[in-house]
């Protein structure tokens, strides 16, 4: 960014690159107004602080069922268990189908191919765009930790949350350079050819990115409760609350980096130092969520209010960010600091409820049976243990030495075996797994857990299942998981791409170097990405579970890609077929990206390069590919002289020079089989000849075949006969129903 002393020149003297920075800083510098200080400003904040505190007494009893939810999750017994014997055991079957959802729909989400955007815009090439997402969706580790945890929330909270920042870090990094003396610096020490030494090197690295932050739903609080989106309760009067907690630590960077009030900042220390000497908070002060200072065994901390709403600044209601730290104290109020002016809150019910914004959870709807299935795995497990304890009856009249009755090897009692019998304890734990099994069933059905997401196979019984059992299981998992993650990828992730764009080219003031994603796979090229321009129109969207294709669509594509290839050019007047969109497509689901740019490779990549340009690469040593645009002939004759005044040390032109030498052959060989093709047009067997009809080449289906598996060989699971392909958003029908 240019200094922002130059941009307060005269606006006569600035070119245009200035003019742009200079209005870039103007807007910078009033979102960084503080605006606490304004009588009527603070009056509207606290004002807007009562709804505030309202709205999270009125969602305590929601926040206070997700802490159990969670603690199904976790496996932690709790006090609406109602068997209390010597057995804590937990059974995790909520555990392990939360679990399940979670790794079927991270994957379902994120493709093999890695490729997870889609970007529309007027540009003609926009790749860069595309570079630039990918290497932001990498770099904040949604795969591996983002989605995940937005997940496990939605199933266990019944919403989603997440908040979108700008992270900026520096490292102070030290290498070591080649330094030499020379006869300028010190001529009474060193000889003209000089000395070499080493010296240090230092550099300040600056790594910035957007930051991505998985929030609790009963840290957020959205007013009114029946908004439709967060932008919709902002533009209606109504507000957006983050709950944050500060540490003295934290508060102090706050004020050196001007984001709070430093008035404001030192009076809220202050007020640590008391709470600290007062010592543990009373009850009242521990139930309540008003914002204040908190203590959680030896932690302190300040709990914040972060909420956006439209305040009236000047005559004109604008989007604010206001910051509580109690009833009386506003420590900051500032506008939007974004140049979107969107709130960087994304929020969506992940089981949507008509009339409110927030979801449902769906730990609610088998809460009971977890409490139940705890229940009697712990009075099964005693069950077992006294099953092996045998019980020992004796009488006590007849056996006056019961002491001595002792449990040994080689145990010897005096008593009459007639006085003394043994009896077993019923084995009730038998009946009790068989219950288990059942409630985890029904618990499985009712999260939508089926025995495709599960590391095994529960269907068909105690045999093995069949091949259509497996396929009626996909497709089920199909209708299953598709209605999860087409919601996550509307609601959460096409934003949060968005989003990217925004703090981009708000934050990022220097070319980035990233590794271009090229039309087919991944190609490692190496691409500067400029900040990104505003005023261009495009349109990005998650492609990643679009991208995810089952076993049978990619049948399908196969038997379509082997009819269009037999259609003539006469039966689509004004159109032309091409296929390498789709080949493209094709080979990246088939074989992944690592591999797809090998076997499917764009051409125009290998441009052929001059002679006279490779003989300098070779002459230092590089290896250089042979491009199929080659002249060979012209290449050898050149690669040829140089090589006999170079004498090829390294022996690169020698290499080189084979290479030509094999692609000529090939092309030469190439030639005469098009003109033997040509000469015999109507062999069968030959494409487009006259043996159409008949079997085609050799290694090639038929037109309009499918390909299938030799007689007597077995499909691969999944797969499914040509003649029982179906719809696959249509749910199999059960065996036995027809149609009248």
Known sequence: MADPKKLLSEPSELTDKQIAERERFDDMSDRNEELCGD??????????????????????????????????????????????????????????????????????????????????????????????????????????????????????????????????????????????????????????????????????????????????????????????????????????????????AKIRQLIRDEEIDQDA????????????????????????????????????????????????????????????????????????PFWCDDVPLISAAANPVQGTFKGRSEIKNVETLQYYANDIINEAADSSIYCLMPIVMTDP??????????????????????????????ALYKEGLEIITAVKSQIFQTLGVNPAMLPQATSGGKSKPTQAQVAQEQQVDILTVADIVTGIEMDMLTPILRWFVYLDHQFRDRELTLRQFGIVGKDMNMQVVEPVQMNRRWEVKWFGVEAARSAQQIQMQMAGLNMMRGIPPQQYKGFELNLAPVLQTFMENLFGPRVAGEVFQDIRKKLSLQPDFENTLLESGFQVPVSPLDNDAQHLQSHTQAFQQSGDPTGAFREHIMFHQMSMQQKQQAQMAAAMQQQQPGQPGTPGGAGRGMPGTPGQPRLGAQTQVPRGGQMPPGAIHQDQIRDPRMMPRPRGVGVV
């Not at 014997?85 to 937990?90: H, L, R, T, V």
């Not at 009076?267 to 204040?292: C, M, W, Y």
């Not at 007849?398 to 075996?417: G, Y």
Request: glycine letters at 4%; aromatic letters at 10%; proline letters at 4%.
């Open 265 to 336: 900042g030192e009076s809220l220390l202050e007020q640590f130092s008391k709470r600290d000497a007062a010592g543990t908070p009373s009850k009242e002060e521990k139930v309540t969520d008003a914002a204040g200072i908190k203590i959680e065994g030896s932690k302190t901390f300040c709990l914040v209010y972060e909420t956006w709403a439209k305040v009236n600044i000047r005559g004109e209601r604008r989007i604010v960010r206001i910051r509580f730290a109690s009833p009386e104290l506003v420590v900051s109020c500032k506008r939007n």
């Open 39 to 248: 009588k009527d400003i603070n009056a509207a904040c606290l004002e807007i602080y009562k709804d505030v505190e309202r709205g999270f007494s009125d969602q305590w009893e929601r926040a206070n069922s997700q802490m159990e939810y969670w603690d199904i999750y976790n496996c932690e017994l709790g006090a609406k268990q109602f068997y209390s014997g010597n057995s804590k055991i937990f059974v995790p079957i909520v555990h392990d189908a939360v679990n399940a959802r979670k790794v079927r729909n991270t994957n379902q989400i994120f493709p093999p191919s890695g490729k997870n955007v889609e970007v529309i815009t007027s540009e003609t090439h926009p790749e860069a765009l595309m570079a630039l997402l990918e290497f932001y969706i990498r770099k904040t580790r949604m795969r591996s930790q983002i989605v995940p945890q937005l997940l496990k929330n939605g199933d266990i909270e019944g919403h989603y949350n997440v908040y979108m920042g700008w992270h900026r870090n520096e490292h102070h990094v030290t290498w070591r350079v080649e330094q030499r003396h020379t006869l300028d610096e010190d001529p009474d020490i060193f000889d003209e050819d000089g000395d070499v030494y080493w010296d240090v090197a230092e550099e300040t690295i600056e790594h910035a990115y957007p930051d991505i932050e998985v929030l609790p739903d009963a840290d957020v609080l959205i007013l009114p409760f029946t908004a439709r989106s967060v932008k919709d309760a902002v533009d209606n009067g109504g507000s957006v609350t983050v709950i944050r907690r500060w540490s003295k």
């Open 397 to 426: 009249a007849k056996n006056p030495r019961t002491n001595s009755m002792i449990l040994s090897l080689s145990a010897i009692w005096e008593t009459s075996p007639k006085d003394t019998q043994f009896a077993q304890f019923p």
